[in-house]
């Protein structure tokens, strides 16, 4: 039996145990895969102290994680970020599913097609990095990313290194942006209990909006996307279980099917959103 967990703080509601179980019931792969409550001060420690094969790393942790792997795949080196751990002897291999999670969801679920799409990155920070670099390997045509902090969304933009296709800007311009066809929430205002203030006028008859996080934190942008008239507007769920899937096939060699279990947490979070 392998072993397997996902650290972050705080970890109490991660879906990831019941996912992975899940895919190892699908595939009879024998695993067990734990959450593993680390600060960021922690982590390391943690992490050396177990006998894992593989983990899966998430906020706040994402960097720390990619700064203490052995080695990293080049996805990993576009995001700066590591969501993925694969034991390595005595080190840790670093990958980064994000991106890809996102891009199978927007296209497979969703049916999306991303090719010469003009997308709006709201946000600049980890969950910015992981999925930037996997949208323009979609074939995207412009990536506005715009942050409350502009070196911030500078800096992504320099990272990604595509000058003709990337365009970085501070939160004031969003009132005079156009409309987009996709529109990415990569921040975390509404966690921290902000809202963002957001114009109708980003979107048009087809726009499509995505919150990268899921549950009830996701609700007042879709609430704003679908005020707006987006055409489709949904949380990070999908996201959550193909990212999972992408770790799964690097940890085990099989891809497993996502759609039994996506659908069993949708009908979970629409159960906790009518609980009260
Ligand atoms: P994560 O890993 O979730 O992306 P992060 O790295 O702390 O977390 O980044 C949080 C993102 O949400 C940042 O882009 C942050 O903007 P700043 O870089 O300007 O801090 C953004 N954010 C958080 N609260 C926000 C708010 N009230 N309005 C707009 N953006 C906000």
């Given amino acids: 039996m392998k072993h397997f967990a996902v650290f972050g703080t705080p970890i109490d509601h991660s879906q990831s145990p019941f996912i992975h179980a899940a895919f190892a019931k699908q595939t009879g792969i024998a695993l067990d895969y734990t959450a593993i409550e680390a600060a960021p001060t922690e982590f390391a420690a943690k992490l050396a102290a177990s006998t894992l094969d593989g983990a899966n790393v998430t ?108 365009h970085a800007r501070g939160w004031e311009v969003v009132p005079k942006l156009g409309s987009y066809d996709l529109i990415i929430n990569a921040t975390s205002a509404l966690v921290n209990g902000d809202m963002l203030k957001l114009p109708m006028a980003l979107v048009e008859k087809r726009s499509i909006a995505v919150d990268l996080s899921y549950g009830e934190v996701a609700v007042s942008f879709l ?30 060699g099989v891809r497993p099917e996502t759609d039994d279990v996506f659908a069993e947490l949708s009908a979970r979070s629409a159960g906790l959103f009518t609980a009260d």
């Fill in 59 to 166: 906020l706040p942790l994402k960097q720390e994680a990619f700064a203490l792997c052995t080695s990293t795949t080049s996805r990993a080196q576009r995001a700066r970020a590591v969501n993925t751990l694969i034991r390595d002897g005595e080190g840790w291999r670093g990958d980064n599913t994000d991106g890809i999670g996102l891009v199978r969801d927007l296209t497979e679920r969703h049916g999306m097609d991303l090719r010469q799409r003009r997308v709006l990155l709201l946000g600049a920070g980890g969950a910015a990095h992981g999925v930037a670099p996997a949208l323009l390997d979609a074939g995207i045509h412009e990536l506005m990313i715009v942050n409350r902090n502009p070196e911030r969304a500078d800096a992504l933009a320099d990272a990604l290194g595509e000058p003709a296709r990337v």
């Fill in 223 to 252: 609430a704003w996307a679908r005020a707006a008239g987006c055409a489709k507007a949904f949380d990070g769920l999908g996201m959550l279980v193909e990212q999972a899937a992408e770790s799964f096939l690097l940890w085990h």
